[in-house]
């Protein structure tokens, strides 16, 4: 699963966050785990964080003493998304040329 098409004109780092986290919807991730499903420093990391939380599209929660992070379900794609190789065809020329 992927962040759904209207969250993905959002920082580079903060869908990449968002796609990481639709892909463990059920389970959610920790700030360690994350890292290095997103591969960015620890700063940039929780400045995504922080901007998607203060959007309302991630939720944080204290799991057996883990704090737990996941997407919120409004964020997450219904799996409707065109394949993989032709999404991020389409997501590279959108960065390329920005509308």
Known sequence: MRAKEEYRDRDETEVAVLDALAGRSDTGTTVFDLRALVEEDIDTLEEALAELNEDGLIEV??????????????????????????????????RRFPF
């Open 61 to 94: 929660t204290e799991e057996g003493g883990r704090t737990m992070i996941f997407a919120k379900d409004h964020a997450i794609g219904n799996g409707t998304a065109p394949d993989d190789e032709e999404a991020d065809f389409f997501e590279e020329i959108r």
